[in-house]
Nanobody, 124 residues
Framework: QVQLVESGGGLVQAGGSLRLSCAAS????????MGWFRQAPGKEREFVAA????????YYADSVKGRFTISRDNAKNTVYLQMNSLKPEDTAAYYC?????????????????WGQGTQVTVSS
């Protein structure tokens, strides 16, 4: 089992920035991809960003491209999501996830472990 704990969410004004962190513990797999998803009230959970084990390849939803940056520190088993130029439509619960594969996918069903989520609220 892998446990994931997100942190760094909060309330921010439009145009502001937040940095989310996700620490993995337990049975951490080598060569696994990690991703960030978000879910707004009344909406389905959607892909935000993902990163390969090496960190050499990153993937983003079109809605966040150019504003969000995903990174990871494997020595700390931690993945980060730097969010800049935040918009009210970015308001959601943000979840990190682990996929037991080196191949990155953007669907929720492709991930094996999930954190409990951290709330991000962007005011206009």
């Amino acid at each position: 089992q892998v446990q994931l704990v997100e942190s760094g969410g909060g309330l921010v004004q439009a145009g502001g920035s937040l940095r989310l962190s996700c620490a993995a513990s337990g049975r951490t797999y080598s060569n696994y991809a990690m991703g960030w998803f978000r879910q707004a009230p009344g909406k389905e959970r959607e892909f935000v960003a993902a990163i390969t084990w090496s960190g050499g390849s990153t993937y983003y939803a079109d809605s966040v491209k150019g504003r969000f940056t995903i990174s990871r520190d494997n020595a700390k088993n931690t993945v980060y999501l730097q969010m800049n130029s935040l918009k009210p439509e970015d308001t959601a619960a943000y979840y990190c996830a682990v996929r037991r594969s080196i191949v990155v996918v953007t669907t929720t069903r492709g991930y094996d472990y999930w954190g409990q989520g951290t709330q991000v609220t962007v005011s206009s």
